[in-house]
């Protein structure tokens, strides 16, 4: 065996302690992002929309949907889906608009 070895103790320093907390938004910075989110979507689905008549209740379920999700705890997250219902339901109610309107011509136009 080797004479020359040398036997070393190990020694550590204390283990460092720390928690990593996770980057917050600020209000201003969630606002931001959600205007941007809000305008984001109101431009895809006036895309998908086309025509003239469904512009203001589009814009109307998306300024809807941002003032809802803003309520809740996480509004980025919640504006899409909450986008995607109203607008749904502003395409439903056009179309029932768009029949009663034709309705209403057809009975007009019988009682002249």
Avoid: C
């Avoid at 205007?35 to 979507?41: H, T």
């Avoid at 899409?80 to 029932?96: D, F, I, M, T, Y």
């Amino acid at each position: 065996m080797n004479k020359q070895t040398t036997r070393l103790t190990a020694r550590f320093a204390r283990p460092t302690r720390f928690a990593v907390r996770p980057r917050v938004l600020t209000r201003a910075e969630q606002d931001a992002r959600l205007g941007e989110l809000k305008d984001r979507l109101l431009r895809l689905h006036l895309a998908k929309a086309g025509t003239s008549e469904l512009t203001p209740l589009v814009r109307r379920a998306t300024e809807d949907a941002a003032s809802l999700a803003w309520a809740t705890p996480y509004p980025l997250l919640v504006l899409p889906e909450l986008v995607e219902e109203k607008v749904a339901a502003a395409h439903e109610q056009a179309a029932r608009q768009a029949r009663i309107r034709r309705q209403s011509a057809a009975l007009y136009a019988e009682a002249a």
